[in-house]
């Protein structure tokens, strides 16, 4: 089944023109070996084929599949079990592996992200598609969020290619620069075989937001040092920090509506915060730590 996730934010102001923007290789038709590797990657994505490809005996976590949804291609991201090293999760992130470079450069400020999607999560193990838009900040040298939005994916979808419309919610008026994918198969521990397939990733629609408005869901400050504060509309059940390869890096109970969290210790980076509440909806929400 499919969880709802509102990715708290924004709320849209208006739509524009419908229009549909690609994603570079968001088709999955082009595929390269790695210098001195005995694989393949997507053109313009980083897996973890590096990882898995050392372990004897162990599948690749990202294959190429045929025939497309759209095309003649697709992308299977898929958790494995590597002995000697444990569970690795299927992960596909858009940048580019040799200069380490994520995202891509985007100005758009579309009302959704879509594709083509099918999928298999084992019991006990949870998939995640997650899209966001950043815009550099020359006085703070951090990137700023700008939008996103996220989808969970729980147990199989139907054998047949799914429609995939994940609605974008803005939290800033700012037009971004930068554009985040990440397929994650594993949201936590993982289970070996849990898998998403991806085709014909894009953008639809124009949104545009007209100011700042307040949210059901608040996390501050963005960047965060040692404290992160959270508000949210209802009581919080539970709140996790997932690194962006879908780890929880941090997990706890809740029980009220706010709740500060110590994020000190965590590596500088951009993370996840997902939050289950009370009457069992999903938020979910990126931060940045310095």
């Not at 023109?17 to 994603?23: G, K």
């Not at 994505?45 to 162990?58: A, D, E, K, P, R």
């Not at 594993?186 to 100011?211: N, P, Q, R, T, W």
Request: proline share 5%.
């Amino acid at each position: 089944m499919k969880t709802r996730i509102l990715f708290a934010g924004l709320a849209l102001a208006c739509f524009g023109t419908i229009t549909s923007a690609q994603v570079p290789n968001g088709g999955f038709e082009n595929w390269v070996t790695p210098d001195g590797a005995s694989y393949q990657d997507p053109v313009g994505w980083v897996t973890f084929n590096g990882l898995t490809s050392l372990i004897t005996g162990t599948p690749l976590s990202c294959e190429q599949g045929t025939p497309g949804a759209v095309g003649a291609s697709y992308a299977t991201v898929t958790t494995r079990a590597a002995t000697g090293l444990g569970i690795v999760p299927g992960l596909l992130i858009c940048g580019d592996g040799i200069t380490g470079t994520p995202g891509f450069a985007y100005s758009g400020r579309p009302a959704a992200f879509t594709g083509q999607l099918q999928y298999g999560i084992q019991a006990g193990d949870t998939g995640m598609v997650v899209v966001y838009l950043t815009k550099w900040n020359v006085a703070t040298l951090n990137a700023d969020s700008v939008g996103g939005g996220a989808m969970v994916l729980m147990g199989n979808s139907p054998s047949s290619w799914q429609n995939m419309n994940i609605a974008i919610d803005y939290f800033s008026p700012a037009n971004p620069d930068t554009a985040h994918i990440a397929i994650v198969t594993s949201a936590g521990e993982g289970v070996d075989g849990s898998f998403i397939k991806v085709d014909d990733l894009g953008f639809s629609g124009v949104s545009a937001v007209a100011e700042a408005q307040a949210t059901a869901f608040k996390l501050f400050p963005s960047p965060a040092t040692d404290v992160l504060n959270i508000a949210a509309g209802q009581r919080i059940a539970e709140v996790k920090v997932l690194d962006m390869a879908g780890r929880a890096v941090i997990e706890q109970g809740a029980g009220t509506a706010q709740l500060q969290l110590n994020v000190a210790n965590l590596r500088e980076g951009r993370y996840l915060v997902q939050l289950l509440l009370a009457d069992g909806e999903r938020l979910v929400r990126p931060f940045v730590k310095l």
